[in-house]
């Protein structure tokens, strides 16, 4: 059951090997994690209707609702990320704890 879309945009010139990464062996983020310490982060939390694509990717009605993370991520004063994640609202909870 498909549970999130993701488009990632990864900056080559801070991770110029992204594509030619094995990610049976490692995670996307465990990689960028390594190549380049993340420093900073933004991210943003919309509650969207899906378009008709995305429906179909997450095999979901055109009225279900569904959470939308914007999210970019620095190391240093380098842009290396800009994601946009969706996920069916019925399949996903946003929850944070702080100590």
Known sequence: MPIQIEDRFVNPAICPNYLEQDFGS???NAYLTLAAPITRTEQIVEAVLPKPWECKLL???????????????????????VARLVYPGTRYRLEGVSQ
Do not use: D, Q
């Not at 279900?64 to 290396?80: D, F, G, K, Q, Y």
């Open 59 to 81: 095999a979901i009605g055109r009225y279900e609702p569904c959470l939308m993370i914007r999210r970019r991520t620095w190391s240093e004063a380098a842009n290396v990320t």
């Open 26 to 28: 490692i995670t996307p």
